[in-house]
């Protein structure tokens, strides 16, 4: 605590200058001093220091704490070690491409903008694009088209990708785009499930922001990882969907998102390499050996697929561009991250220089109201890494110049702001950028468009005009989407270097080892730099430039003639400040380790070689301080939460209370946090230097942190209600993550620390530290957590890496961070024991080096006792290894264990007279770190690497008492991946010649080799071991040949148990004998039992054995004995269960209601009887003559059941029905679609479906187990409540019987149907895999690695056992012995004999769905495939042609023999004319799990008994039989049958067991014995949950492409054995046939249809009008009404009939359309879509195509009724909640529907509807338009109805002749009159002479 004290002390005489108060202890430090200079120096320059103007501003807004009422502020801080926290994990594997996956399912599209379009939807990822179907004629399409994209990546390069959708209008030439929508991958990634299920997409034009929604797409959007199963969810079209309330979009973004500009301004960069590096340069320099080319660097920015880059800056290293690239992007964006790029340009192509990524969460908050705020950014510095400055061009480089991976090289910085403007319209603000684009034509724009190799998808030509000219590249959508634009932005206020400050880096190196051979010949050297300084390889080109302000030059002038020891570092003149930096050790030549030849190291003992860097940066450390208080938080919060999980996992007391103990320090943290964040925020007014995003986020951490305690509170209070521990930890583990996000700022300052290993001038291996770890404070908490603390580094070569060790040098380094002004705390927390060798703190300058003044001698025993888990790394599965301890100059080797992954080495391993420089209280305190890493021995090759771990010796000191170490296990790490784990103890024991103490001897053996001492070896007892040997599955070829005689071998502890052998492997893969026995000396603490290693082998000829495959199980504590519940006595002690029953067999008067106890259940423990009232008819025992009504159930047992079904059939009565048909209502209820379509037949798909519904309302309920779990006390509560499929009470039932009007009709059957239990997911993962009675064992065989699909090539077959171990005492040693002899062992209890079972299995595939496509038109053809040993059942005839979502509806049967065929395989494959056909994908089920599991997996018990119809029994057994059966299996008593009761174990239940079969009583158990099966888990001792009826979920895998979902296919299997009686027939699930139906429609009249025409003549308007009408997919069978010519009034009249023959199915509410795609097709494919009718109106054109006036599309399951009269009819019919009826219940409708244009009416139809059954209009056949029979009358049309084309005269007499009547006689009265003068004038000239020459 000295130094500390004395901090406080200079803390507090740093008073003495003006305007800074002083610092209080305890207060807690927001945002320390930056600019302080000490008191002496102070009082040496007069007393006064003239600060920076920006200094002084800080200080104003700083000093907060000295406010009142902060005092009080609580200070916990992390505690102050020497050392930095111990990091088990030496390094980390460098990031992979994987394989990804991107699911899209396009459903349906609506409200799409455009008239009469024919859509189809454009699917683009990245460079990939498909394309849907086109639909015609509609603007409402439905697709259900299922696309899957996959991908290769990097994970930070694929989840930047974008997902694009748009909708194109196709015609024959050119597409049009309607809209598009984007999202990016990373967003979908984050959502439950990493999918969109049903949600509709919001198509904009991004191009025209001012045209608003362009129209809907609903969709399905899931993207999938290896590993990563996908739920599918329903397709389903709904007419009354709410599409607003069910955007595609994360929860919690609005549903109206406005448009906003992304302004990104980049002003300048500095500090980028100078050299260029691109292709030519290298040819250059390798010509000419200089490059001297400088860069030509331009910036890029990428956001949501969209690019804009700046201008290019010519031959400079430190460009000013100051311009701002704008995207206009809907705001919030489904995009995170905005991508920064700074290439240079080239050439032959540009070179990325660096990338820079921001996470827009990080710089915004998107909480409603005043409390979040949009994305802001600086103007603030970002700091870009890459690939070593110097370094040549190759593929690592340009991975890591692009953002890929760890950047291992500082490569500049770039000065920039983003800023969003949302905006308010749309046209007014793009005018506005219009005008502002007109003047950034510049001819120093340069390039207009991307360069080739480096744009994005997103990139491609100029967006036209301004955009193109300024280098944005426009987006992909045909060239009109707007570009990013490129506008010039004024300067920023020029940053004064007088606010800049000089920072220090100081380093110690401690130690250096490790070091590998290789690179040691020569001298080494440790590089430090931050930014460029302290690069030596290439140093800044000058200067920091900097014009040295008043102040500092008074500093600099007046420093003391004699330092005093007070005084920072000596300042010179500012352009001498870089030249003090001494950034590199000096060389040294390092020595070989001792006792490894691999390794050598510095010898450093008695001088510590010292570094400092001088560096020039803003003065932004508060940002830096901010996060580090956080951090401290968090740090803290995450010690505890991680020790209450450790405590939890051990299940040992305790962990609750630390827990909690946790959670509240977290609040008082937090609380502290927010305190000084408030006061911060009321003195940010004062303050200029802040930027937008520095207020807002100390906001914003306020409000999140002030959320998490309030989150912290909630799981402290509800701690001991359900969930315990495990569910405060989940909370706890989310409120790490939330702190943890707090952490990070995203506005850099200073760039990060590289510390490199240099030598012989080159850069062999670095590692890479944050500057904020290292930032001192004056505040302990606002201090980074690895400021002057030793910190041990592994240095690692730059780019990529190979599996193997890669750490070219272990090195111990105290580092030291902070202000030059701070420059004297830099040696405060120096352990002790160490002095700067030039006076340290009292000099001017930062030592060179440090001086140890005392070593003391140690000895290092590293009692290495045993390992487990470890990876192989032989092609045997199994590894060599061997372990090699290094610490400081000393190394040592473990013996080799040959062929084992869990060795146990039991050696001690002496390091003799390692020197420890220090005081002895430090190395006490915190030692030297031991590395442990872990080889596998290879005899002919280099040993090959494991795993390494880093451990803490225990220290003891002569002077202590000596006390042995304990063993603990450490964790070895692989590069990320886990290695195993390390039982050990390291203890470092003080060595003095003179001591009268020594250390205890060691037991030496032969060889030289030390075991560990019997007192650090844990206590033994002596366990036994039983192993079940159950059988061998799957065993593979071992070098090429069958296994056929396998033995399994049994390790632990030293220990071997063998197996018998399996005589013939194929003719029985059982083992002869059973189970067996050995005796094991185990540790008595269960947390270091050693591992148990399974090892087959085969024996083949001559003796010779081969090894197959081993497994390794970890933790024994699975297998720990415990004894089973004892069985409930045969004698009661406690009260009989009695039932009240009324009186006699009278029936009570009508209209009232006589109450009925029934027991419930019998609790043992304390007698007590559960009872509860149930309302109905009541019968006594014998009465026989009742029944309950139907409302009320027939057994009384379990409330929570749903009521038996009525009768199947109409008519039919089944025996032991539960339900006579006496008392049921004879009123007709409302028609429904079953009874209509479905003729009222039940089948097994009705009860599909009803399960479906069933489900469908589960999970639309929030908390649907809850509800479950409260049935059963509802039920005991309340009077008359019974379960209905959905839950329904029976009040509501009755409700909605007596209401029948308001039943919707959607709900399809009102009659109650039996369910079945739909899961979603495999059956096994709902029973624990069945593992209740036998453990499956996966072996492996060959090398580990991390490859993908690795493991499924190791795998080699399973090993079918079991394991009991318990410790041994002395008298069940004896019991043990003759439990041996008799052959009753532990482990056997309850398990089968394992002989040979033939068993009949029936397979059912119902459907499948989402199967990956197989096909290049993206289908498949599919058929299933079924594999039970050498049985293979083919199913390729009945394929389905052109289906990703096929229903199969197949049953198959086939006979097994357990166990020779017991793995079954359900394979999808595709039909292929050509070739052979594709595997799609299988899936495998253990079907000898199933078969002897205790939960009783062969066939699944129904929710009822029934004997015959849709829901008959299945299993050759009865319930009674079946319920007999367990109990003698269980070894209980029969169960007892009496009339109403059954008693099984001390349980009674009551129930009804009396029925009426055809007016006969008959007394059947088997209702209320199902019942009891269906509750057996609650029977004590013996019960479980028996497998229901169900159909289960299986994903579907491909070898091909390993990890990754290939689809679902839904099915279920039931298994009989043959020795039992046989069971009924299979269930029959062929798909439903679609039902023939024919609709009829006459198109009586229009009226006000839009008049198009104008007659050249009159001009008068008129329109040719017809109508077309279609269902949707039908429109090959389009029809149409004849013309209906010059309609002067909009009225048409037509009588015309549309006939329209139709296949549906009743229960999914679609129509079947079956068609060949294309007339290559062989096959029809089958589509299922929605019964959508489409009426159009047209206008005919003669010569030209025809108009399109309106249309209107009515979904015939509900659409609005038709007004009565063409003047009530309106357009908004169709939207508002009008009353909708079904033409499937009402059969006829007629009325007046509006035809809309572009949501405008355009005209009126009179139309009638009439649907029939294919049945019926073959008895009542009608004609077409009006053809015969039963034709329509012609229609009275006016006489102005004709063609012109056809019937010229007539259009001249009504068009002409009526309006120019007059002037045509005047006409031609005026022409004959003309023509009689004209031949009069003509001929009397010669008639006159004629007469004269006759005369």
């Known amino acids: 605590m000295v130094p500390f004290q004395r901090e406080i002390h200079r803390r507090g005489s740093s008073s003495a200058v003006p305007g800074v108060k002083a610092d209080l202890p305890g207060y807690r430090v927001l945002f320390p001093e930056k600019c302080v200079w000490v008191s002496s120096m102070c009082a040496c320059a007069g007393g006064e220091v003239e600060a920076p103007s920006e200094a002084s501003a800080l200080l104003q807004g700083e000093n907060w704490e000295d406010q009142p009422g902060t005092s009080a502020v609580r200070t916990r801080i992390i505690p102050n070690n020497k050392r930095a926290k111990l990091k088990t994990c030496i390094q980390k594997s460098e990031g992979r491409p994987q394989s990804f996956q991107i699911c899209i399912n396009i459903t349906e599209a609506r409200q799409l903008v455009g008239e009469n379009i024919d859509p189809s939807v454009l699917l683009e990822i990245g460079d990939e694009k498909k394309q849907t179907s086109v639909q015609e004629g509609t603007n409402a399409p439905f697709y259900n088209e299922y696309f899957v994209f996959e991908f290769f990546a990097y994970k930070e390069v694929f989840f930047d990708k974008v997902i694009k959708l748009t909708v194109m209008h196709s015609k024959m030439l050119r597409s049009f785009s309607v809209g598009s929508f984007k999202v990016d991958v990373w967003t979908v990634y984050r ?59 994360p929860e919690g973004f609005p549903s109206e998102r406005p448009w906003a500009r992304f302004c990104v301004k980049v002003y300048r960069a500095e500090g980028l390499p100078r050299n260029n590096s691109s292709i030519m340069a290298n040819v250059t320099k390798a010509f000419i050996g200089d490059n001297t080319a400088l860069i030509d660097p331009y910036v890029e920015v990428s956001f949501f697929k969209r690019v804009g880059r700046t201008s290019t800056q010519k031959s400079t290293a430190e460009p000013a561009w100051n311009e701002q690239i704008v995207f206009t992007e809907m705001f919030p964006p489904l995009c995170q991250r905005l991508k920064i790029q700074v290439w240079d340009e080239g050439s032959m192509g540009d070179v990325a220089i660096g990338t820079h990524y921001f996470d827009l969460r990080r710089i915004s908050n998107e909480q409603d109201g005043d409390r979040g705020f949009l994305p802001t950014f600086g103007p603030a510095w970002i700091n870009l890494y890459g690939s070593v400055r110097n370094g040549s061009i190759g593929d690592d480089t340009v991975e890591l110049n692009e953002g890929i991976g760890e950047g291992v090289s500082y490569r500049g910085r770039v000065y920039m702001e983003l800023a969003v403007e949302i905006l308010s319209g749309g046209s007014g603000s793009e005018s506005k950028l219009g005008r502002m684009l007109k003047p950034s034509k510049d001819a120093k724009a340069g390039k207009g468009v991307g360069k080739d190799g480096k744009t994005p998808a997103g990139g491609g030509g100029g967006g036209g005009g301004a955009g193109a000219a300024a280098g944005g590249a426009a987006d992909d959508d045909k060239g009109k989407a707007a570009a990013a634009e490129v506008l010039p932005v004024e300067s920023p206020p020029a940053l004064d270097a007088d606010n800049n400050e000089t920072f220090l880096l100081f380093g110690a190196l401690f130690e250096a080892t490790m070091i590998d051979r290789k690179i040691g010949d020569k001298p080494i050297s440790f590089e430090f730099s931050i930014g460029n300084y302290g690069n030596v390889l290439e140093p800044p080109e000058k200067p920091p430039p900097r014009s040295p302000s008043p102040a500092f030059r008074r500093r600099a002038l007046d420093a003391p003639v004699s330092a005093t020891p ?141 959320s998490m305690i309030g989150d912290a509170r909630s799981v402290v209070e509800r701690k001991r209600k359900a969930g315990g521990v495990k569910e405060m930890l989940q909370h706890a583990t989310k409120l790490k993550q939330k702190i943890r996000f707090l952490v990070e700022e995203p506005q850099h300052t200073v760039p990060d620390v590289f510390v490199w290993l240099l030598s012989n001038n080159k850069r062999i291996a670095y590692a890479r530290l944050s500057a904020r770890d290292l930032l001192y404070s004056s505040s302990r908490e606002a201090r980074g957590i690895h400021c002057g603390k030793i910190i041990t580094l592994f240095l690692k070569p730059p780019g990529k890496r190979v599996a193997d060790l890669s750490v070219q040098a272990q090195v111990d380094v105290y580092l030291w961070y902070g202000s030059s002004s701070d420059s004297v705390h830099m040696l405060d927390d120096l352990p002790a024991g160490f002095s700067a060798a030039t006076g340290g703190a009292a000099s001017s300058r930062p030592p060179a080096a440090l001086l140890c003044a005392e070593q003391h001698a140690f000895q290092l025993r590293c009692h290495m006792y045993q390992a487990r888990g470890l990876i192989a790394a032989d092609t045997s599965g199994l590894s060599d290894p061997f372990a090699r301890v290094t610490c400081l100059s000393h190394s040592q080797t ?189 540790p008595e603490n269960e947390h270091l039992h050693p591992p148990l290693s399974i090892t087959v082998v085969d024996w083949r000829a001559f003796g010779r054995s081969t090894l197959v495959g081993n497994h390794v199980i970890n933790n024994l504590k699975a297998f720990k004995y415990a004894p089973p519940p004892a069985l409930p006595a045969p004698t009661q002690t406690h009260r009989p269960p009695k039932v009240t029953e009324p009186p006699g067999p009278s029936t009570p008067p009508e209209g009232s209601t006589s109450v009925c106890v029934f027991v419930l259940d019998l609790v043992p423990q304390g007698g007590l009887i559960l009872v509860f009232p149930r309302l109905g008819l009541c019968p006594s025992a014998g009465d026989t003559t009742m029944t309950p009504p139907l409302t009320d159930p027939d057994f009384l047992i379990t409330v929570e059941e749903d009521a038996p079904p009525p009768e199947e059939q109409l008519g039919k009565k089944r025996a ?47 908390f649907p ?67 209740d009675w036998v453990n499956t064992y996966e072996l492996f065989r060959g090398k580990a690695n991390e490859e993908e699909g690795a493991t499924e090539g190791r795998f080699v077959g399973k090993f079918k056992g079991r394991f009991c171990l318990y410790k041994m005492s002395e008298d069940n040693a004896q019991d043990s012995d003759q439990d041996t002899d008799g052959g009753d062992f532990r482990v056997s209890r309850g398990i089968p004999p394992n002989g040979l079972v033939q068993v009949l299995v029936r397979v059912y595939i119902v459907s499948a769905s989402n199967l990956h496509p197989a096909d290049p038109d993206g289908k498949a053809d599919p058929y299933v495939v079924l594999r039970l040993g050498k049985n293979e059942i083919k199913d390729r005839d009945n394929y389905i042609p ?70 008959a029994w299945r299993d050759g057994l009865k319930p009674s039989e079946l319920l007999s059966k367990l109990c003698r299996d269980h070894g209980l008593e029969e169960p007892l049958f009496r009339p109403g009761r059954i008693s099984v174990a001390d349980k009674v239940f009551v129930g009804k067991t009396c029925f009426v079969h055809e007016d006969e009583p008959l007394e059947s158990y088997e ?219 009402q059969k006829r409708a007629r009325g007046w529907w509006p035809f809309a244009k572009c949501g405008e009416l355009t005209g009126k139809v009179e139309a009638e509807f009439h649907l029939l059954t294919a049945e019926e209009a073959e008895k009542n056949c009608v004609g077409r338009a009006r053809k015969e029979p039963e034709p329509l009358p012609k229609p009275n049309r006016p006489d102005t109805s004709f063609s012109w084309f056809v019937n010229p005269f007539k259009c001249f007499f009504h068009l002409v002749w009526r309006s120019y009547k007059k002037y045509i006689i005047m006409a031609l009265v005026l022409l004959i009159g003309a023509l009689f003068l004209a031949l009069l004038f003509y001929t009397l000239p010669g008639a006159i002479s004629q007469k004269i020459v006759n005369g």
């Open 566 to 706: 007070t005084s920072p570092l000596l300042l010179g003149e500012p352009a001498d400040a870089p030249t003090t930096s001494r950034s590199s050790t000096p060389p040294q030549r390092p020595l070989i380790v001792e006792g490894n030849r691999y390794y050598m190291h510095l010898p450093l003992e008695k001088q510590k070689p010292c570094i400092s860097v001088l560096s020039n940066w803003e003065n932004r450390a508060y940002r830096l301080h901010n996060s580090n208080m956080l951090d401290n938080i968090a740090v803290l919060f995450e010690g505890g939460v991680a020790s209450a999980a450790e405590l939890h996992r051990k299940s040992e007391p305790g962990a609750e209370h630390l827990l909690e103990t946790a959670l509240k320090e977290f609040c008082a943290d937090a609380r502290s946090f927010v305190a000084a964040a408030e006061a911060k925020l009321k003195a940010e007014g004062k303050s200029s230097y802040l930027t937008q995003l520095d207020r807002k986020r100390l906001t914003l951490c306020r409000q999140e942190l002030e």
């Open 191 to 249: 959502q439950p499930g990493h999918q969109f299920t049903n949600k509709w997409a919001m198509l904009t034009n991004p191009g025209d922001i001012s045209t608003g929604v362009r129209g809907y797409v609903k969709c399905d959007i899931s993207v999938s990882a290896k590993g990563d199963a996908v739920k599918p969810g329903p397709k389903a079209s709904d007419a009354e969907e709410q599409i607003d309330k069910n955007l595609l979009v």
């Open 1265 to 1331: 187990q809850v509800f479950d779990k409260a049935l059963p006390y509802q039920g005991l509560l309340s009077d008359g409540i019974d379960s209905l499929v959905g839950g329904e009470p029976d009040g509501d039932k009755r409700k909605k019987q007596k209401g029948r009007g308001t039943l919707d009709p959607n709900l399809g059957p009102a009659t109650k149907l039996a369910t079945l239990e739909l899961y979603s997911k495999e059956l096994e993962a709902e029973f624990a895999s069945f593992n």
């Open 1442 to 1511: 052109k289906q990703l979502n096929p229903v199969f509806g197949r049953s198959f049967e086939m006979q097994a023999t357990f166990p020779l065929e017991s793995l079954l395989s359900v394979a999808v494959y595709d039909h292929d004319l050509v070739g052979g056909d594709d595997l799609i994908g299988e899936t495998r089920i253990d079907l000898e799990n199933r078969f002897y599991s205790r939960h009783r997996a062969t066939c699944g018990l129904p929710t009822e008994y029934s004997l015959d119809g849709y829901n």
């Open 894 to 1082: 473990t013996n080799v264990i040959s062929q084992t992954l869990s060795p146990t080495w039991n050696q001690c391993l002496l390091m003799s007279r390692l020197l420890l420089g220090g005081d002895l209280q430090h190395v006490w305190k915190e030692p030297p770190r031991v590395l442990v890493e872990v080889y596998d021995d290879d005899a002919l090759g280099r040993a090959e690497y494991l795993g390494a771990t880093v451990v803490v010796p225990e220290v003891r000191l002569a002077s202590d008492p000596y006390a042995p170490p304990t063993l603990e296990y450490s964790p070895i790490h692989c590069g990320s991946l886990p290695g195993g784990d390390l039982l050990a103890a390291f203890e470092l024991l003080q060595m003095q010649e003179s001591a009268e103490w020594s250390p205890p001897a060691l037991e030496k053996q032969e060889g030289g080799i030390y075991t560990v001492p019997a007192n650090i070896r844990p206590v033994l007892s002596t366990f036994r071991l039983e192993v079940l040997f159950w059988g061998m599955r799957e065993l593979k070829k071992v070098q090429l040949l069958s296994v056929d005689r396998p033995q399994v071998f049994i390790e632990c502890a030293g220990k071997t148990l063998r197996s018998s052998v399996i005589q013939k492997y194929k003719s029985n893969p059982n083992f002869p004998t059973l189970v067996d026995a050995i005796e094991l000396e185990l």
């Open 1216 to 1262: 032991g029905e539960a339900r006579s048909t006496r008392g049921r209502s004879t009123k007709r209820k409302k028609r429904t679609i079953a009874d209509e379509s479905a003729e009222c037949v039940i089948d097994w798909w009705s009860k599909y479906y009803a399960s479906r519904d069933k489900r469908a309302k589960q999970d639309g309920s929030p």
């Open 1567 to 1785: 209702h209320l014995s199902l019942k009891v099966l269906q509750r057996w888990a609650e029977i004590p001792a013996v019960g479980c949950k028996l497998v229901p009826e169900h159909i289960e979920t299986r994903t579907l895998f491909n070898k091909d492409r390993p990890g990754m979902d290939q689809g679902q296919v839904q099915m279920w299997v039931d298994m009989f054995p043959m020795d039992l009686p046989p069971p009924g027939p299979s269930v029959d699930i062929s798909p439903r046939k679609p039902k023939g139906y024919e609709l009829r429609i006459i198109i009586w009249n229009t009226e006000d249809v839009i008049l198009e025409d104008s007659s050249f003549l009159t001009g008068q308007q008129s329109s040719d009008i017809y109508i077309k009408g279609w269902l949707k997919g039908l429109e090959d069978d389009r029809q149409e009404t004849d013309v209906h010519y010059n309609s002067l009034t909009g009225e048409g009249n037509f009588n015309w009939r549309f006939v329209f023959p139709f296949s549906y199915l009743p229960a999914e509410k679609v129509i079947v359309v079956s068609k060949k795609e294309h007339i290559f097709s062989l096959d029809k494919s089958e589509q299922k879509l929605p019964a959508i009718l489409s009426l159009q109106v047209w206008d005919f054109e003669t010569l030209s195509s025809d108009d399109f006036l309106g249309t209107v599309e009515l979904d015939l399951h509900g659409f609005p009724r038709g007004a009565k009269t063409a003047k009530l009819c309106k357009a908004d019919m169709l939207t508002e909640g009008t009353e909708r009826i079904s033409i499937f219940q």
